[in-house]
């Protein structure tokens, strides 16, 4: 098929491709920020001649905004499967808030929040707004679990925060080095104490996890290799 100059512009302006180069940049902003990065560090990111990456954005601005909005939709707003009135619903729901936990923050280091206070605070309010959405979701979804009878009775809010501190130190290879863990095993275990600590044990061994072990390998390879 013939490429016209219509074609070629739409493709700059398309959503899904320009999202897909700006996802490249999640691995190196989660370990090192934005503020030292320059449109010839993020071109060769992308793997785009500076010429082509002004094509699809204008500024330095336009990217760090869209990188913002890429995090809120598919790492923080992810869709969780937070449904109920089943163990199977329950499940799922806590498989899915698993590997968002772990990913939000895996992206959401204090290197890159701390340039987004510092040259975008309004991006930050809004990452903060749509976690602490998310959060209350989550929240409601174990209430409505422990008022079914098939999660233990619990803080929810000391549940999401017990997650969000446990998922820092693992993410941390110095903090897995200290205490001769693997990220592999770490967040497997992890997985398992957290299940056992939020169902009864009526319910605890039909829990359906035989797909996790996948999950968690897909996951590690995220966190470690960056892949979106």
Known sequence: METTNE??????????????????????????????????????TMDLSKATLYKYFQSRDEIIDNLVKLV?????????????????????????????TLLIANYGTESFYAD???GYPQMMVSIDVAISER????SRFYEKGVQEGYLHDSNATLLIIQDELMFRNLLDPHY?????????????????????QLFKPEVFDEVEDS???ERIEQLVRKVTYGVY
């Open 135 to 138: 959060n209350e979701r989550l």
């Open 116 to 118: 987004l206070r510092e």
């Open 72 to 100: 809120i939709k598919y790492v923080v707003g992810a869709e969780c499967q937070f449904d109920s009135g089943s163990l199977d619903a329950y499940s799922k729901g806590f498989k899915s808030s698993f590997a968002q």
């Open 7 to 44: 074609t070629q512009s739409c493709r700059y302006t398309d959503e899904t491709i320009k999202n897909k180069y700006v996802a490249k940049l999640l691995h190196p902003v989660k370990l090192s920020g934005f503020q030292s990065l320059r449109m010839d560090d993020i071109a060769k």
């Open 211 to 213: 797909d996790m072990a």
């Open 176 to 196: 897995l080095m200290k205490h001769n863990l693997t990220l592999r095993s770490a967040i497997g275990d992890y997985y398992q104490i957290k299940k056992r």
